[in-house]
């Protein structure tokens, strides 16, 4: 079946870059998402790459994907405090009606001032 | 942008109660919205899919019969947990395709506690 995982905790400093990975299984996915999830809040969309692409970059993110090793990456440039927050990584599996995502366990990441 | 509102945020009930979750499309028509759950520290479950008009579509080892969903119109779709008991205390999240079609517009979740 389809697998993403992602690592649980990421710590940065303030101003620094953060890079959070993520890993799939299924090679036909279509599009693949992140999302943040703030404390007690449902789930923001912040940005997804197509599958046939290689790189995507909006503002501060840029989101890396290897289809190759199967990898994605979120960097976030200039990382702030308001940045603290679930990230999770999502995909569509090949061959499942879109809206079906199946999302990693998500990464913690803690910024400190 | 797509907004999708739910309500309630957060709810106690007690043991044996029903509660029910609306999630609303609020700028848009949603044919189709998708019901979630994540359990503490954990990631996001599909639970449903919600069809407009017709049945919903349960996910593997979902009870249907325990998580009641309606969809009656092209912006409200609404779950029921019947029977509540604590081990369905948990953090439900709706979804529902939004501007353009590779995007799902989250709700911002309802917290169940079942005392």
């Known amino acids: 079946g389809e697998d993403v995982e992602q690592s649980l905790f990421l710590s940065v400093r303030e101003g620094d870059s953060s890079v959070i990975n993520c890993t799939y299984t299924?090679?036909?996915?279509?599009?693949l998402y992140w999302y943040k999830q703030e404390p007690g809040a449902g789930l923001q969309l912040l940005t997804y790459?197509?599958?046939?692409?290689d790189m995507k970059q909006d503002q501060r993110l840029t989101v890396l994907l290897n289809k190759k090793d199967k990898h994605l990456s979120l960097r976030i440039a200039d990382t702030q405090t308001g940045d603290s927050a679930i990230y999770f990584c999502?995909?569509?599996?090949?061959?499942?009606?879109?809206?079906?995502?199946?999302f990693g366990q998500g990464t913690i990441l803690t910024v400190h001032p | 942008g797509a907004v999708v509102s739910q309500h309630p945020s957060r709810v106690i009930c007690k043991s044996g109660t029903s509660v029910k979750i609306e999630c609303r499309s609020l700028?848009?028509?949603?044919?189709?919205m998708f019901w979630y759950r994540q359990f503490p520290k954990q990631s996001l479950m599909l639970m449903a899919t919600?069809?407009?008009?017709?049945?919903?579509?349960?996910e593997q080892g979902v009870e249907k019969d325990k998580f009641l969903i309606n969809h009656a119109s092209l912006t409200l779709s609404t779950l029921t947990v019947t029977s509540a008991h604590p081990e369905d205390s948990s953090f439900y999240i709706c979804?529902?395709?939004?501007?353009?079609?590779?995007?799902?517009?989250f709700g911002a979740g309802s917290r169940l506690t079942v005392l």
């Open positions: 299924d090679s036909s996915s279509t599009y």
């Open positions: 979804s529902a395709q939004g501007d353009g079609a590779n995007v799902l517009t």
């Open positions: 999502a995909e569509i599996p090949g061959g499942t009606s879109y809206g079906k995502l199946t």
């Open positions: 790459i197509f599958s046939n692409m």
């Open positions: 700028d848009f028509q949603a044919t189709t």
């Open positions: 919600s069809n407009e008009g017709s049945k919903a579509t349960y």
